[in-house]
């Protein structure tokens, strides 16, 4: 997969976004914590958004064989890519607002948001490979199901309601995680296993793309929603 989206572009796809974020979490001042975040966000809904209103719709009009062509070469980009922007958007959001002093009992949220993410996604995962029986999907399910378990059990105690703004933000991001990680990364793997079959099936190629192309228009809906209430949270008084 790296081979195929450029080994330099796949390093610095993730490294650079791992890194903004590394910076965030420890020595950045909340300026810099405020920037990664919102940076990560813009480029990640304004792909998901160029990808539904621009490229699905010059892609429908082309033949299987044309798009499948496409697809072979956007889709190992987008799979370094997007959960990095995703992973950086959601992770430096929520620390952010703890930071702020805008996330009440975040302990206890970010371990229910943890384990509401991780579990379906897992369960998305396990469908769409038929993996259910599989060692591998088995110990990460049960790595996800018991450590995000035991996460939240741990921050029980510290259990209390946070703010109404907060709760919808957390269920925004819940769908965003889930349709991420669990459909639209996958797909781009299956994508990627039809390249490397050595007789790839134009049509499948085709048919995941697209699909794929048509729900980041509604994540990118989600995402222009959470930005209207990060915008809320931040300036209630507005």
């Not at 813009?42 to 429908?60: E, H, K, N, S």
């Not at 062509?69 to 430096?92: C, D, Q, W, Y």
């Not at 995962?125 to 029986?133: E, H, P, R, T, V």
């Not at 703004?165 to 669990?182: C, E, M, Y």
Request: cysteine-free; aromatic content about 10%; charged content about 10%.
């Amino acid at each position: 997969m790296g081979h195929r989206a450029n080994p330099a572009f796949a390093v610095g796809a993730v490294a650079v976004p791992a890194v903004a974020l590394a910076y965030a979490l420890t020595v950045a001042p909340v300026v810099h914590h405020i920037y990664v975040h919102v940076m990560a966000g813009v480029l990640w809904t304004g792909i998901d958004l160029f990808m539904a209103l621009v490229l699905g719709p010059v892609l429908g009009g082309l033949s299987v064989e044309a798009r499948a062509s496409v697809f072979e070469r956007f889709t190992p980009k987008m799979t370094f890519l997007m959960p990095s922007l995703a992973l950086v958007t959601i992770v430096g959001g929520v620390t952010l607002a703890d930071r702020l002093g805008v996330f009440p009992h975040a302990g206890p949220w970010i371990a229910l948001l943890t384990l509401a993410t991780t579990v379906p996604a897992l369960l998305l995962i396990g469908w769409q490979f038929d993996a259910f029986d599989d060692p591998r999907w088995l110990a990460a399910f049960a790595v996800a199901l018991l450590g995000g378990g035991a996460y939240l059990a741990v921050t029980a105690d510290a259990f209390g309601m946070t703010s109404p703004t907060v709760i919808l933000a957390l269920a925004i991001v819940t769908v965003l995680s889930v349709l991420g990680f669990g459909v639209l990364l996958p797909g781009e793997v299956r994508i990627y296993r039809q390249l490397a079959s050595g007789n790839p099936d134009p049509d499948v190629i085709s048919r995941i793309g697209m699909r794929n192309a048509r729900l980041s228009g509604l994540q990118g809906l989600f995402q222009l929603a959470i930005v209207v209430v990060m915008v809320y949270l931040r300036w209630p008084a507005a």
